[in-house]
């Protein structure tokens, strides 16, 4: 079972005993793997097993003890290893002679480098990339013996620029990446190692009591971090142990994969481990479901996808004036990929619902008004780009030469798929980005009227938004299989795309559902075929396309879920609502309280318990995210701006399996505010102290 600490874009991948030596383990940095191989071994073989874990995000322990070798009997050493990244890895290995005896061994660690970037590496994560074997990573680099035997320099072949610097506390006997120690320890003696492992893009490594410096600020400025952020979100106790437990994984997870871009702030990467980067719809999705633990989160996403919205057309990376960003990568993953992409449809209407859910939030007028240019320009994208056959959907078609077919949230080859299992070709105008839309205008009419004072253009954006839900209806409104149901997509000949998907959810999440829809709407959602016991299936189990396993074709993913939820208490339909709310943290027990990115959609009643996708990223933002959003879901916690109050819309009578909860410490509007769910009503109050559950 791979073992994962991260801080920031620094993150390392390798077993439970510490060794990094599978395909797709390493210490990446900058979506590049530096370290390919470090692997500890005594008198020739790998040390047992005792522990191994993660103790906080950023570091780990490992304790072992010595293989079966001649001389030397069982238990008579013990290996510790204590690994902390940063800015790059610090590891102190201490081997302990348990006995009364002295006793001679040879301690080697094989160290590899390969500078492979991120994407070749993930090809050896099974399942990824189903379409072929993965290619061969790189060859391991030469290392430069400095210092005496005590640092080891190791630069790229392709001439990237990219270095690692390697100091030892000790000298080493060093064969190409061997490091080799002839120990012999007295009675009870210890003998212990440091390595210091930097990485450098740019080649500006520094002298090797410098890489000592760098690496214990980085980790100084990683624990100042954690401990500010633990201290300032919200905490929260609750009778329902899953709720409970699930709640405190999930903001150890944000806190993990919170980043800093430029001087933006902390914000939130997308995923572990292949997306720890900045990628605009996982950002904007993950700060929408976060606002409740603070806005730092959604401020710093919007401020950084803003100085990264595209100002040119480039067709060579999908951009156009307006849109916001897809992802960002660096390194050499940026040359085989792209530095910038944008290869996403709905990552500049949710740009623009976040700015406004912020808002919402914080009344932040100084922020709306910065980012009132961005605003503009991105509402111009989705009329005049987003639009590009005038149609008055917004479509997506790849232009690049590579990147993405499928540009919306299920954006897997194969995730645009008519009930017959045929494949929608063309131009895309998917339904949920039609939603978005329509969600973004009116909410930034309301940002017009309220903080721009624009009210010519509040009542154009009301009116253009209410035309859309009409238009919306009448071409998205289809048969499938003897029902009606609103299509996935139009296709390139303007065709619905007639599956059921739970992206009908998205759709009473905006808003865009007519009222007379909502039944019908509600009921397919609750219905066998998309309902798995677990929660809301991406694909109904009656399409031809279904399959439990396949990425967004009839799996389960927990961001999916909780976006339902929110239309669903949007639409009133609380009950159903819970269910999901329920299910969503049943299944997070199976994975010990971590819902990971996606799992199987096998139904409840054939399995025991939720089955795990293969390839799931865990950490993930939006997987993380969920539990905050339904746990404000299930409080009904909604903000007043024009109040300046944050207030409860749960329904009167809450279901006794819920229990007691209580959440303090909730930023919002200016101040600080407690929930609390107490003989089933839920009660929303500005902290003055008062406290309706006792403390434990």
Known sequence: MPLTILEGSTFCISDEQGDIGAAADGLFAADTRYLSRLVLTLGGKRPLLLTGRALVPAEASFVLRNPRLPGLGPDTLAILRHRTVADGLREHVEVRNLTAQSVAVTLELELGCDFADIFTVKRHDFGVNGDGPPAPAPANAVPELRAG?????????????????????????????????????????????????????????????????????????????????????????????????????????????????????????????????????????????????????????????????????????????????????????????????????????????????????????????????????????????????????????????QGIANQSWKDSHDSQLFHDGTQARGAIAAGEVQGYVYDAKLRLAELAREVWRDPTLATRLEAEAALLRERFDAAFWCERGGEHTYALALDGEKRPVNSLTSNIGHLLWSGIVLDERVDTIVAQLAGDSLWSGWGVRTMAADDAGYNPLAYHDGTVWPHDNSLIAWGLVRAGRHDEALRIVRAMLEAASYFDYQLPEVFAGFARSEVAHPIVYPTASRPQAWAAGTVVLLLRLLLGLEPDPTARRLVTTAPGRLPDWLGTLQLDRISALGTTWSAAVEDGAARVWENDGESLLPAR
């Open 149 to 401: 035997g005590t640092e080891l320099r190791f630069e790229d072949a392709d001439a990237s620029g990219a270095e690692l610097q390697v100091v030892l506390s000790k000298p080493a006997a060093v064969s190409g990446g061997r490091l080799g120690y002839a120990l012999e320890l007295g009675p009870h003696e210890r003998w212990s190692l440091e390595l210091e492992v930097v990485p450098s893009a740019e080649g500006a490594l520094g002298s090797p009591t410098g890489a000592a410096a760098r690496l214990e600020a980085g980790r100084q400025s990683a624990a100042a971090s954690l401990a500010a952020w633990q201290s300032s979100v919200p905490t929260l106790t609750a009778s329902w142990v899953d709720l409970d437990r699930s709640y405190r994984q999930a903001v150890r997870d944000i806190a993990a994969l919170r980043m800093r871009v430029g001087d933006t702030g902390e914000l939130i990467a997308a995923g572990m481990p292949w997306f720890m980067t900045v990628f605009g719809r996982d950002t904007l999705i993950a700060s929408l479901q976060t606002l409740p633990l603070g806005e730092g989160l959604s401020r710093a996403g919007l401020l950084a996808l803003a100085a990264l919205q595209a100002d040119a057309d480039d067709p060579s990376i999908d951009a156009e004036p307006g849109k916001i960003v897809h992802e960002i990568r660096r390194g050499k993953a940026a040359q085989r990929w792209f530095a910038r992409y944008y290869g996403t449809v709905d990552a500049t209407p949710l740009f623009l619902v976040l700015l406004s859910e912020h808002w919402r939030w914080t009344r932040d007028d100084a922020l709306v008004e910065r980012l009132q240019p961005n605003a503009l320009r991105a509402l111009e994208w989705i009329d005049v780009h987003g639009d590009s056959d005038g149609d008055g959907f917004v479509e997506y078609e790849r232009r690049a030469p």
